[in-house]
């Protein structure tokens, strides 16, 4: 589950994501019965292994970033010259909106192509349970976990000026200056790609119609003519 986390550990949040990280670590869930208590420091733990792995999954090559591959969700982060689309979204959204899009982007094998952005902490940063709890509920499907990329980079939102969710924005070209810092911060981008932005309730297919008209470009029309309802 928590490789949708680990992305922003080693290429988003910098100073803040680490002071995050250090309260899982230091993390003693209070209150809890004994077997939720284990079940939550359990997550804990996996989310603090799988950090240093997962950032062993990505390749830098002239100052762009590149996915390797591995056991994980294939997300490029829009750091290589090609197109990414990032869902902006929030925990006001309707579940049910959530595993909408999630279970989309998975049956279309978008998971390399799209990566899903909260602005930060579920109730803000200072208590992580509601966090874990909420992306949890989103990530489990019957029996398995979505394979959906998920960061916390209130840089992203910044960066676009988004103040309403779901948005989606399509960015094509991005070269940042220190791969280990956000997308989202303009004095990260060597090369700052050509962006668009979709806002509104609508299925991901209408979005991809919306930035195909506002952008002309082949990678998202392509994506309208076989997803947009019409």
């Known amino acids: 589950m928590w490789v949708v986390i680990l992305l ?3 290429l988003s949040w910098a100073v803040s994501w680490e002071e995050f990280l250090q309260k899982f670590r230091e993390y003693k869930p209070p209150g809890l019965s004994e077997d ?5 420091e359990e ?4 989310l603090q292994e799988n950090t240093q792995r997962f950032k062993g999954m990505f390749e830098v090559q002239e100052g762009q970033v590149r996915f390797k591959g591995g056991n994980g969700s294939g997300v490029n982060a829009g750091l290589s010259g090609g197109t990414v689309f990032y869902l902006l979204m929030s925990s006001s959204v309707p579940k049910s909106v959530w595993r909408r899009y999630a279970d989309f982007v998975e049956n279309a094998m978008l998971e390399d192509k799209v990566v899903f952005v909260l602005r930060g902490c579920v109730g803000g940063c200072t208590y992580i349970r509601p966090t874990l709890e909420f992306l949890q ?5 019957g029996e398995r976990e979505r394979r959906i990329g998920i960061w916390i980079d209130p840089f992203i939102f910044r960066r676009f000026g988004v103040k309403e ?3 989606l924005v399509m960015v094509k070209g991005d070269q940042l200056v220190d791969v280990g810092l956000s997308p989202g911060r303009l004095d990260n981008l060597k090369v700052r790609g050509k962006e668009w932005i979709s806002c509104g309730d ?7 119609k919306q930035l195909c008209e506002k952008s002309k470009e082949e990678d998202v029309c392509s994506l309208a003519r076989k997803y947009a309802p019409y």
């Open 8 to 10: 922003v550990a080693s």
């Open 36 to 40: 939720r208590k284990k079940k939550l």
């Open 43 to 46: 997550d804990v733990k996996r």
């Open 137 to 141: 509920d989103i990530l489990k499907d």
């Open 165 to 167: 969710v779901p948005c």
């Open 202 to 208: 609508w299925s991901l297919g209408w979005h991809f």
